[in-house]
C-alpha cells in the first residue's frame, strides 16, 4: 500500500504508470515509476475529511527525498507529519531519520528500540508506512480500516484519475514473473483506477486477495491477527528471506521496479512480508482482501466490489 501498502506508493500510493522498463540487473538505477500499492497511503486518517484534504493539498506541493537516489514517484509522498501531525510510539518521535538503521534486519531494529512501532520508526524513510497513532494489536474493526483505504484511493485524483465509477473501467491484464521465472497473467474485468494492477499483482503474490484469505474473518479482529500471523509465517517459510533482505533498505531499494511487469513474486512477497515484520501485516492483508478478489471459480480473474460478495 504497495508496498501498499498501501500502496502504492505511487503504492505510492502510487499512480504514475512506467514509461521505460531496464532489464532487472539494471533495475536498481532505473527512473521508471510505476504505480505501487498498499499501498496505499494508510487507512490511518479514517474518515477526517479535513486530514485528507490536507494530505491531498500537501500531496500537490512536497517532494521528499529520502536518499540521493530514491527517484520512484513513491518519494514524492508528503511526510506523515505534515499531514497527521506531532506523533510518538515508545517515547520516540515519529518520522525522524534513521538512515544508519535502513539496511539492518528489522527485528533487530525493533529489539533495539522495544515499544516503538514499526511504522512510526521508519516513516520519513518509506512516507507511505504513515503511523497512524495506534498499532496493529489496538486495531478492533481492520474492515472499516480497509474500507476507508479503498474510498482514498478512490477519490485521490493521482491514484485514480478520472474514476469511471466502480467496475466501469476497461479490462486490462496484470502481469508478474511467478517463482519458476514464468510469467503469471491475472485478468481484470474493470481496472477502473491506475493503482489497481499494482495492488492486484502485489496481493496476488502474497495470495490475500479475496477468496484466497478467508474475508469473513475481517470482522472478528483477534482471528484476523491470528490469520495474519500464520500467512506471514508461510511467506517466509515458502522463501526463507535472508537477513540482508528484511530491511527498510531492501525495501525501498525494490520499489522502483517490482510493481512493473518483470517484478518478481518473491520480491512482492517480500514487500508484504515487511510489513508483517513492521507490526502491520494483518492491515496490509484486510486492504488486499477487501479490494479486490479472485473471481469465485477461477485463478485468474480479478473482480472488485459487488463481484466479489
Not at 81 to 94: D, N
Not at 121 to 140: C, I, K, L, V
Amino acid at each position: 500500500m504497495i508496498g501498499h501498502g498501501m500502496l502504492f506508493v505511487v503504492m505510492l500510493v502510487g499512480g504514475v504508470v512506467a514509461t521505460e522498463l531496464e532489464p532487472e540487473d539494471s533495475c536498481r538505477d532505473a527512473t521508471v515509476s510505476p504505480p505501487v500499492s498498499l499501498l496505499q497511503t494508510r487507512a490511518s486518517l479514517g474518515h477526517d475529511s479535513w486530514k485528507l484534504k490536507r494530505f491531498s493539498l500537501v500531496v500537490a506541493r512536497t517532494v521528499v527525498q529520502q536518499r540521493p537516489n530514491d527517484t520512484d514517484g513513491a518519494f514524492g509522498l508528503p511526510k506523515p507529519s505534515e499531514y497527521l501531525g506531532y506523533r510518538e510510539s515508545g517515547g520516540m518521535e515519529c518520522g525522524l531519520n534513521h538512515t544508519a538503521d535502513l539496511y539492518k534486519p528489522i527485528p533487530q531494529v525493533l529489539a533495539e528500540h522495544p515499544g516503538v512501532d514499526g511504522y512510526c520508526y521508519f516513516e520519513f524513510h518509506a512516507p507511505w508506512m504513515a503511523y497512524s497513532g495506534f498499532s496493529q494489536r489496538d486495531n478492533t474493526d481492520f474492515l472499516s480500516g480497509a474500507e476507508s483505504a479503498r474510498v482514498y484511493m478512490r477519490s485521490n485524483e493521482i491514484m485514480c484519475p478520472n474514476d469511471p465509477g466502480m467496475n466501469k473501467g476497461p479490462a486490462r491484464e496484470i502481469k508478474y514473473l511467478g517463482d519458476n521465472g514464468s510469467t503469471i497473467t491475472l485478468f481484470d474485468r474493470h481496472m477502473d483506477c491506475v493503482h489497481i494492477g499494482a495492488d492486484v499483482k502485489y496481493c496476488h503474490a502474497l495470495g490475500w486477495l479475496g477468496n484466497q484469505v478467508d474475508t469473513a474473518l475481517m470482522t472478528d479482529p483477534d482471528a484476523w491477527r491470528s490469520l495474519n500471523e500464520r500467512e506471514c509465517e508461510r511467506l517466509n517459510e515458502t522463501y526463507k528471506f535472508t537477513e540482508k533482505e528484511i530491511t527498510v533498505g531492501k525495501h525501498i531499494d525494490d520499489q522502483e521496479w517490482i510493481f512493473a511487469d518483470y517484478g518478481r513474486a518473491r520480491n512482492l512477497a517480500l514487500h508484504g512480508y515487511h510489513k508483517c515484520l513492521l507490526g502491520h501485516g494483518a492491515e496490509e492483508m484486510a486492504y488486499c482482501a477487501h479490494l479486490s478478489c479472485l473471481l469465485p471459480g477461477t485463478s485468474d480473474q480479478i473482480g472488485h466490489g459487488v463481484a466479489c460478495e
